[in-house]
């Protein structure tokens, strides 16, 4: 039986006896993926990508991250399929309007962005500055989303590649896939299967990042 912990316990002004842990069982398959998790670059995630059920998975375990005050102040636009040529397509007549000249190489250049992942999920921040909760959690609460949304990616055998060019920075762009007024583009999730095995790259090491805090004397 597990031990429900009383909701208001911190505010509380009466003694109560010391809560007991409870057991909990390691799991060294979390930890050996975190410990060796690795962005691929975006040619390397090819098809197949995630089913209807996989990708509803994904989704939901990204839903499970910390949020002050349950504002849920992220939501997801998936692009998948024959949506990700049309959603190009409308990007690159964009792009081209901003920019007079742009050489031929480039007039497809964000059609073919959005082809090369089987699945594409926009992680968007859509504070509430009225809400108690500081904006900056809320942000926060979004790249946490964001980042489980990469994990259990790569939990479930493909890899998401993480990225926010032009598309995601853009107003007007970000408005053509589904982007409000008031919201903005945590970023771009590519998802595929992986066609190349990652290798790592430098990490900074603990004593780099780490202090910990001590009472001056």
């Not at 992220?74 to 397509?89: L, N, S």
């Not at 990007?91 to 082809?115: F, I, T």
């Not at 583009?185 to 066609?195: D, S």
């Amino acid at each position: 039986m597990t031990q429900s912990v009383p909701r208001h316990h911190h505010q509380s002004t009466t003694a109560s006896a010391p809560l007991a842990p409870i057991a909990v069982a390691p799991s060294p398959q979390t930890l050996a993926l975190l410990e060796t998790r690795r962005s691929l670059p975006l040619r390397a995630l090819v098809e197949p990508g995630p089913d209807s059920a996989e990708l509803d998975r994904m989704l939901g375990i990204a839903a499970r991250v910390p949020d002050h005050g349950r504002l849920v102040p992220w939501r997801f636009i998936v692009i998948e399929g024959e949506a990700r040529a049309a959603a190009g397509d409308r990007l690159d007549a964009l792009y081209a309007a901003q920019n007079p000249g742009l050489a031929p190489e480039k007039v497809h250049m964000w059609r073919d962005y959005l082809l090369r992942a089987p699945v594409t999920v926009i992680v968007v921040s859509r504070t509430d500055p009225a809400a108690k909760i500081p904006e900056l959690n809320q942000v926060l609460s979004a790249g946490a989303a964001a980042m489980n949304l990469v994990i259990a990616a790569s939990a479930m055998g493909f890899s998401a590649l993480w990225l926010l060019k032009w598309p995601g920075r853009d107003p007007d762009a970000a408005a053509l896939l589904g982007v409000a007024a008031g919201e903005k583009v945590a970023g771009f999730l590519h998802i595929g299967r992986p066609a190349a095995k990652a290798e790592d790259r430098p990490r900074p090491q603990l004593d780099q990042i780490v202090t910990r805090w001590r009472p001056a004397p």
